[in-house]
């Protein structure tokens, strides 16, 4: 996987890459397809797989690609600086994800990285807000635990242009973290979603199983607000 990152990297700096996205412009979705099965052409398997167990949106994947070829001649540094990040996910969910917990800080890079290729499509900075707090060096947790309560926010989040429309929060105190995220959303389009749920079910399964009484979850929706509040035992290194 290395490899094949170098590889995109060192045609991007030879304009190969740019000039690819231009000559794909027309026919985006094609040029999707050869992106991706160029980049994991020896993990193609693997990246099916992980798409079927919802462990990443394609949407995110698509959205994100043509996000980064808008950019690819209007801001390159900010194209090439979102590749890397983009290969820094995908090399996380192919490797790093696959032990039953990880490095905290890992995970917290991982959505860091994803909050940032998020922000490329947004018409207000504001409208998502993050914050984290704590020391979250020298604990575990189970991998991609969190992205999908963050995808569904982002998935059924109102328009872009409000402010405060996605708000996540972070904290570690001792070995305990607290996540809060909550969403705006339609409920008139929420409700046209026949697969609305169906990820924080597998979540929760997955909660059960991994920390079963070491952890705390409640979800409720009120007034087009869509919050979840999870409380969990971290495990030391």
Known sequence: MESEILVIYYYWNSNFLSDSFYFFKKGFRFWTCTFVIYFFMDNNWKFISIILKN?????????TLHNIDTLIH?????????????????????????????????????????????????????????????????????????????ENAFKH??????????????????SKLVFNCENQYDKAETDKDKTQGIGLETVQK?????????????????????????????NEN
């Not at 462990?55 to 959205?63: A, D, K, T, V």
């Not at 900010?78 to 696959?98: E, Q």
């Not at 109102?158 to 001792?174: A, F, R």
Request: proline share 2%.
């Open 157 to 174: 989040s109102v328009d872009s242009s409000i402010e405060n429309g996605i708000i996540v929060k972070i904290s570690i105190n001792n």
């Open 206 to 234: 997955r909660l059960d199983l991994i920390y079963n009484n070491k952890y705390k979850m409640i979800i409720n929706s009120e007034n087009s607000i869509f919050k979840v509040n999870l409380e969990l035992e971290l």
């Open 55 to 63: 462990q990443i949106n394609p949407h995110f994947l698509f959205n």
């Open 74 to 150: 209007d801001n390159q540094d900010k194209a090439s600086k979102s590749l890397v990040k983009l290969s820094d996910i995908m090399r996380y969910m192919l490797k790093d994800s696959k032990s039953e917990f990880v490095d905290l800080q890992n995970e917290i890079v991982y959505l860091e990285n994803y909050f940032s290729l998020e922000r490329l499509r947004l018409k207000n900075e504001n409208f998502f807000n993050y914050s984290i707090s704590g020391s979250y060096k020298g604990f575990k947790i189970a991998p991609m635990i969190l992205i999908p309560f963050i």
